[in-house]
């Protein structure tokens, strides 16, 4: 090998345009003849850079190239290309393959649950799959540092002053890596980073001694790891090779450079100085040093792209990220030192307002036939937003860093599956599953949906018993309120339960792994015909399920049914899915990796908050820092250096925007360190984008001024008007007319909650239920009532929680009730219907009502009984006309609605199951004719005074014209079911009744 004194090193800065100025230099030098770039060879940190280079190469060719070969050696998981891309055969021969990642991460996963079982302890399946996954990152950069096995053991934590948890975790991880380095050794493999320092080193000494012909070009290659370093040690001093390194500080004084670290043990004291580890320009530093090369050795190179900005950015660049001590000379520097012209920022209120202004950015930029847009995030839920936004003007933009498979809608069918499948059939989670868009998307769609909103329909209110069981004996029920429904779904609901057959005893302890995932399998692709596989998502999730069959031996120790979810979520989100190319060809949306050595005319980076740009710091949960330190890893914080230097380098383009949101999902949110020296330096020359506050402003703007929402008073027609009325509608009519309008005249039904706790409507209908069975079918026999109560509690569809909960209060209730009415009876007082239904005509109105229980008394006259799972009414609403339910089912009576009841009503009683106030005991009796002489009605002016609030009420809005004003009197109208229907919270407070709307 020719002797090379000097090394062949290049620096193209941020402001140069990286690929456009290396493709166009390569040419330059070596597309003299026709395959004379065709001989080279480049080799790229990764797959979108050396795409990047294709494109430049495409751009600046005028009749056609042969492009040289490509080679990427970035992530751990491409060293199978090495091999090939240097043409050299015997590379793999001495090398010990690499383990499979997948092998690694389950096996680590079982190792450390065996772990915790030998310590009498236990975790979680997929806890132990993160910190195996944990795990995995320390010893790749363990391996990638060349720190051995041996080298980590002669630390000794008794030295470095560590806590007991750090102790014991270095311990831990001590006794994992052992075993790990013998199962490895019984594989016969090496961890994947081992092997590909072993194959730089091959290669670095096959070329030493015998270096290729053809040109060989290291470009953009920024890792700092020792093997690497030698690699492009062993390129640059090679007759025809060159290392091309990206955005290195060439502006930066000496005296600033040595500061940056790392520095050697002081020889009197062994103190070592503390790098500057989130500098930008660190792991460039690092880098010279390892390869053992002076920054004055490096070049600039000779050409310089077209999309670049201005070269004075890159020093402004460089004054801004100085380390701390020395930004005090940011007071002394000229303009041309910190101007960043062409530079704007924009500041948004919320993250979904930074994701439209970003769109409209881009949007307007895309309006120049030339003008290429890059935005740049780490933050994937922003990127979402704004490739959602852009679809407004049928703009495609897909986010090239690809979104972790559990959020995809494969991912999240198969998690739906598990969370269903594996914990009983939850309601929600059940329904979820069955409305999912994957399922059933053939022609029978819209008939499946149809059958699974009535089953939704039939689920609401409190859960059922766990499992399909529990369904199907809510579907048995002898419930005469979903009869219907149930009778409508009874059929289908017979070829969901054949679906599911197989998963009866899927989950009983102890799972069978293998059995288990070719269940799943086979229900995903029952569910979805098939269609769960398509796409780049549902290729990845088959392919992860053919990993772990494959690997069912691997499989968790210990996992129970409801962990499933969890553990196949912790496995998913590692899993990012990149998308098909094809969306606009002059708009990109980057992760930080990915943007990397990209260039375009308009680059805007987004996400400029502390833990989005830089992300937050994720502690080491098995080494200590001060290990880490003494181990001489990375610290943690080095990440925050690779962000900076990833924000220079996004930034060399001509048009840069920078932008943040005050609040991000979480609350308030602090601007970036990164923007906040920027703005530091430049003070008010960073300008503020002059316009993109505006365009939201005037994007979603109505063309007229927006008039403030009145109160809701809708005017029905005497037709709607004429109807029929129950006697519990009539308190709603007279608080809350708009309610009842929506819900008798309009036919809206407001629905419970799915998974809702018992309310006490649905308390009541099921003591209703238990009195009127105990009325007809035991003639009120004292001691049946507790019967049919405990009958009614060992319903198989009654939910367990629901049965211990509120068993005791329902119970002691119910005697009472059973107690209270035996002494009436001993006291002449009998039972003469229960639950009856009756009807009349009062004031041109048909007047409808269930009396819950009619008695007749000692002297011949009637009581009316109103049971109340809760609090009865209050004297003063009966007075007011708010609460007319007893003196109107007595007026019913007195006019003979009832079948065979006759008599005048001369008792109105509310019997509460609720306790009374100071009372220890459930139950009592509670009626508006007694009480406080100013705060009772007389029994004989009961029924009148409840006819002539209604009478009242039937003129004005049964047969009169009076708008139906929503909330007309609030302290009576106590639901809030048509509050959103009628949006309160636009004007309550706000208008005035007299100022409403008539609809």
């Keep these: ?37 065709a001989r080279g060879l480049v080799i790229l940190p990764n797959n979108r850079a050396q795409r990047a280079l294709q494109e430049a190469f495409v751009r600046l060719s005028e009749d056609g190239l042969l492009l040289p070969q490509m080679a990427v050696i970035g992530d751990l998981d491409l060293d199978e290309s090495i091999g090939v891309a240097f043409d050299s055969g015997e590379l793999a021969l001495d090398i010990p393959p690499a383990v499979d990642s997948m092998d690694r991460l389950l096996t680590l996963a079982q190792m450390i649950q065996k772990e915790y079982g030998l310590r009498d302890d236990a975790i979680l ?29 002669k630390t000794e934590p008794d030295s470095l002053d560590l806590s007991s948890h750090w102790q014991d975790s270095y311990r831990f991880f001590l006794i994992i890596a052992e075993k790990w380095q013998q199962q490895l050794q019984k594989w016969q493999r090496v961890d994947q980073a081992v092997r590909r320092n072993a194959l730089f080193d091959h290669i670095a000494r096959s070329w030493k001694i015998s270096p290729p012909e053809h040109f060989v070009v290291a470009a953009g290659v920024t890792t700092s790891a020792p093997a690497i370093a030698r690699f492009l040690q062993t390129i640059s001093f090679m007759p025809s090779g060159m290392v091309v390194l990206p955005d290195l500080d060439l ?31 660190y792991h460039m530093k690092l880098l010279l040093d390892r390869m053992s090369i002076a920054r004055g050795e490096v070049m600039r190179w000779p050409r310089t792209g077209d999309s670049g900005a201005a070269a004075r950015r890159s020093r402004a660049l460089s004054n801004a990220f100085a380390i701390p001590k020395l930004t005090v000379r940011w007071q002394t520097l000229e303009s041309q030192e910190r101007s960043l ?107 499946w949906l149809d ?65 288990l995932l070719d269940q799943l399998r086979q229900l995903a692709q029952t569910l979805t015909d098939g269609a769960i596989w398509a796409g780049p998502g549902g290729r990845e999730l088959a392919e992860l399920l053919t990993k772990l069959e494959i690997r069912a031996d691997m499989g968790p120790l210990r996992i129970a049914g409801n962990e499933l979810a969890g553990y196949f979520e912790t496995l998913m989100s590692e899993i990012s899915v990149r998308p098909p190319y094809g969306g606009h060809p002059r708009i990109a949306l980057y992760g930080l990796l990915e943007a990397r050595l990209q260039q375009s005319e308009l680059v805007i980076c987004c996400g400029l908050n502390e833990g989005s740009w830089p992300q937050a710091i994720t502690p080491d949960p098995w080494l200590a820092p001060m290990i880490r330190k003494s181990l001489g890893l990375p610290a943690q914080e080095r990440q925050i250096g690779l962000s900076a230097h990833d924000l220079v380098g996004a930034m060399g383009a001509k048009r840069v925007i920078l932008s943040r949101a005050r609040r991000d999902d979480s609350g308030p949110a602090i601007a970036s360190r990164f923007l906040l020296r920027l703005k530091g330096m430049c003070g008010d020359n960073l300008k503020d984008h002059p ?26 027609s005497a037709e709607q008007r004429h109807i029929p009325i129950s006697v519990t509608q009539v308190d709603r009519l007279v608080a809350d007319p708009y309610a009842f309008y929506a819900n008798k005249i309009m036919g809206f039904a407001s629905l419970d909650r799915i998974d809702e706790d018992p309310s006490a409507a649905w308390r009541g209908t099921i003591i209703h239920d238990i009195l009127d069975q105990w009325a007809k079918q035991d003639d009120y026999a004292p001691a049946a009532l507790r019967e049919r109560a405990q009958a009614f509690l060992q319903d198989p569809g009654l939910h367990p929680l629901m049965r211990s909960l509120w068993a005791p209060r329902l119970l002691e209730g119910l005697d009472w009730i059973a107690q209270t009415l035996a002494e009436n009876r001993k006291a002449g007082r009998e039972p003469l219907e229960a639950e009856i239904y009756g009807k009349t005509e009062i004031a041109g109105v048909e007047l409808s009502g269930i009396a819950d229980r009619i008695d007749r008394m000692p002297d011949g006259g009637l009581a009316v009984v109103d049971y109340k799972t809760g609090g009865a009414p209050s004297n003063r609403a009966v007075i ?120």
Excluded: C
Aim: hydrophobic share 45%; aromatic share 8%; no cysteine.
């Design 691 to 716: 316009q993109a506050r505006a365009w939201l402003s005037a994007l979603d703007q109505p063309e007229t001024e927006p008039v403030p929402y009145a109160r809701p008073a809708p005017m029905p």
């Design 880 to 999: 007011e006309g708010y609460n007319l339910q007893l003196g109107l089912l007595a007026a019913i009576a007195e006019l003979g609605g009832f079948k065979d009841i006759a008599g005048e009503a001369v008792a109105f009683e509310y019997w509460s199951l609720a306790k009374k106030s100071g009372a220890d005991s459930f139950g009592h009796v509670r009626s508006p004719t007694k009480g406080r002489a100013d705060n009772i009605i007389a029994a004989d002016a009961m029924v009148d005074h409840a006819v002539a609030r209604f009478n009242d009420a039937a003129d004005l809005y049964l047969k009169g014209s009076e708008p139906m004003t929503a909330k007309l009197h609030p302290e009576y109208a106590r639901y809030a079911d048509y509050d959103q229907l009628m949006r309160l919270e636009e004007w309550y407070g706000r208008s005035p009744a007299e100022a409403a709307d008539h609809e």
């Design 451 to 515: 059958n699974v909103r009535k089953l939704d329909l039939l689920l609401r209110g409190p859960r059922p018993a766990p499992g399909l069981a529990g369904i199907e004996a809510l579907l048995r029920a002898d419930n005469h309120r979903t009869k219907k429904l149930r009778e409508a779904i009874t059929p289908w609901w017979q070829s969901v339960r054949t679906m599911f057959a197989g998963t009866d005893n899927l989950f009983a302890p102890p799972l069978d792994w293998p059995r």
């Design 125 to 153: 399946a997929k806890d132990a799959l993160r910190l195996a996954r944990e795990f995995a990152r320390t010893l790749d950069q363990l391996n990638i540092e060349e720190i051995s096995l041996a080298d980590l053991m």
């Design 341 to 447: 012209a062409g530079v704007q920022t924009v500041e948004a209120g919320n993250s979904a307002e930074e994701a439209q202004i970003i769109a409209l950015l881009a949007r307007e930029a895309l309006e120049d036939p030339d003008q290429r847009v890059a935005i740049v995030t780490p933050d994937r839920s922003l990127a979402t937003r704004i490739s959602a936004h852009l679809k407004r003007w049928e703009v495609q933009v897909d986010d090239t860093a690809g979104q972790p498979l559990a959020k995809l809608p494969e991912g999240v069918f198969f998690l739906n599956l598990l969370a269903a499948v594996a914990d009983g059939f939850p309601p929600a989670e059940f329904l979820a599953l069955l409305k999912h868009p994957l399922v059933q998307r053939g022609e029978g769609r819209l008939a």
């Design 251 to 281: 502006i930066m004084p000496d005296e600033e450079w040595d500061l940056l670290g790392p520095f050697q043990p002081d020889p009197e004291s062994g103190h070592i100085g503390r790098a500057q580890e989130t500098h930008p320009q």
């Design 1 to 37: 090998m020719p002797d090379r004194r000097r090394p062949s090193m290049y620096n193209i800065a941020a402001h140069g345009g990286f690929a456009d100025a290396l493709a166009q230099g390569l040419i330059d030098r070596f597309a003299r003849d026709a395959f004379g770039l």
